[in-house]
């Protein structure tokens, strides 16, 4: 029952009391109102709780699961009820996500439930709150114990084989007639002194053997790099949600399957694309604490991937792996910055020699313009179309009469025969 409604009748009949000249009537009030304070008392006071949540993997990959553990801890016993659990796990579930203890319970308790890695993406877990009440039910309480906490799911990875690329036949270093800059870790020979060498550049050994002056000659090299471009440009996607996700969720599968690729073949990797990264939008709308229709939350994402770009810099560091991993299971597309003008955004970035691998459901005469550029300029290009759309297939025939020598992907059969 509503506590207004306790007071009041606490109050009625303590105005009854008055006028019937009931003691009675006058002690039932004054004890009924008594109740209610120290009901409202103890809710206010709440049991000393602390929570603990344990999450066995927080990066998973498909099929996998995850146990998440939560443990509660009270300093003292608690005279009412309480309930404490789990917001609704995004993923599939099993087990208990909750638990309900009465009053006089035990100091400590918990409860596990097990989550099944069945799609790709960033999963937020939690909060995990807790509500309390007095033993009558007078009065209640909500309290969050513990923050929301992160699982990543990374997308499928295939195996891609012996890749007859450009990338895959030059692992590491890509010898280069334009002399970029000279690598002093890489000596070539010796040669004559020549005037305005400098004195770190003299060879003292040769010198000294020849009795003329020798300089040190070292070669000329650039480390081989390759840049992958994720187009996720919704209006570039078939019309159809299934068409969508299937389209997309292959694009970011082998764009992962390629980066691991490259990165174990000791190349340096990097990934630029125009999606959006739901962690941002999870930041927002934790920051804001409010809860978004599916048309403004479609919004508020086609916003922050037109001002937010995502980009990771070619790099091989141990931890390269991971962060593509992450970054790709987070990337939805939106309708952001559409290839074109990503396209404008990469050029200034990339290194001379360096491959450019776009993965792409279709293109504009504008994308073919910018491509041909690219390579016009000493770039690599290898365009990869990704569906069995009307739109990939104009994509193929714009590529081909442009001489990129685009290759087709329509299904995930086709990724082991890709690189053939």
């Keep these: 029952m ?53 999450i066995s993997a927080n990066y998973l990959h498909q099929g996998e699961q995850a146990q998440v553990r939560i443990r509660l801890r009270s300093a003292r016993r608690h005279w009412g009820w309480l309930i404490a659990g789990e917001a609704d796990p995004p993923l599939p579930f099993k087990g208990h996500r909750g638990v309900m203890l009465g009053a006089l319970s035990g100091k400590q308790s918990e409860f596990t439930y097990t ?89 003292w050994r040769a010198t000294a053997h020849t009795g003329k002056p020798q300089s040190k000659l070292y070669d000329v090299s650039t480390s081989l790099q390759a840049m992958l471009v994720l187009n996720l440009y919704r209006p570039d996607y078939a019309a159809g949600q299934a068409e969508l996700t299937q389209a997309s969720e292959l694009a970011i599968s082998v764009a992962a399957s390629l980066s691991l690729h490259l990165l174990s073949a000791g190349q340096r990797v990097g990934l630029i694309s125009n999606g959006l990264d739901i962690k941002e939008r999870e930041t927002v709308l934790q920051k804001t604490g409010v809860s978004l229709l599916p048309e403004s939350l479609a919004r508020l994402s086609d916003e922050l991937a037109v001002s937010r770009r995502v980009c990771l810099p070619p790099s091989r560091a141990p931890e390269r792996s991971l962060e593509i991993l992450s970054l790709l299971a987070r990337l ?56 069995d759309s009307a739109q990939a297939a104009r994509a193929i025939i714009q590529l081909t009469a442009a001489r990129l020598c685009p290759h087709r992907l329509m299904t995930e059969e086709d990724i082991s025969g890709l690189f053939a």
């Design 332 to 387: 939805q597309p939106a309708q952001g910055r559409s290839l074109a003008l990503l396209l404008k955004d990469v050029r200034p970035q990339l290194s001379w020699g360096e491959v450019l691998i776009l993965l792409t459901p279709s293109v504009e005469d504008a994308v073919v313009d910018s491509l041909v550029g690219l390579t016009h300029a000493g770039f690599s290009v290898l365009p990869i179309v990704i569906g």
């Design 115 to 203: 989550l099944e890695a069945a799609r790709r993406g960033y999963f937020v877990i939690g909060p995990l709150s807790a509500l309390y009440g007095d033993p009558l039910g007078f009065a209640e309480r909500r309290r969050v114990l513990l923050a929301s906490e992160s699982i990543t799911v990374f997308p499928r990875i295939f195996g891609l084989g012996r890749m007859h690329l450009p990338i895959a036949r030059s692992p590491g270093e890509l010898h280069t007639q334009r002399r970029t800059f000279e690598d002093p870790t890489r000596p070539a020979g010796i040669r004559e002194y020549r005037q305005g060498d400098a004195l770190r550049r003299v060879h």
């Design 2 to 54: 509503n506590n207004l409604l306790w007071v009041l009748l606490a109050l009625l009949a303590l105005v009854l009391s008055w006028f019937a000249e009931s003691a009675l009537l006058a002690w039932v009030a004054c004890f009924l109102i008594l109740i209610l304070i120290i009901c409202r008392l103890l809710v206010y006071i709440g049991p000393s709780l602390q929570a603990e949540r344990v």
